[in-house]
């Protein structure tokens, strides 16, 4: 079964997304959690999240870029 080169690149993109999404779960889990606990406090919430440095900005935008990547239907 040969893909096309399309669609190859679909599967990759994919595939890099959903690493991504795991590693910003991973990564953000902590201050994920905190909205499991019967007493949510906005602003340690925020503290968290803000908390994560520069680095936590990679993830993010290389997953942006992986789906963006990700071709919608066409609309005819």
Do not use: C
Not at 59 to 66: E, F, G, H
């Amino acid at each position: 079964m040969h893909l096309s080169r399309k669609h190859k690149i679909i599967i990759i993109s994919a595939t890099v997304g959903v690493l991504l999404l795991g590693v910003l779960l991973w990564h953000y889990f902590p201050a994920l959690r905190l909205l499991k606990q019967p007493t949510f406090d906005r602003a340690t919430f925020i503290r968290e999240f803000r908390g994560r440095g520069p680095l936590a900005a990679v993830p993010i935008a290389l997953l942006l870029a992986a789906v963006s990547l990700i071709p919608g239907p066409r609309i005819r």
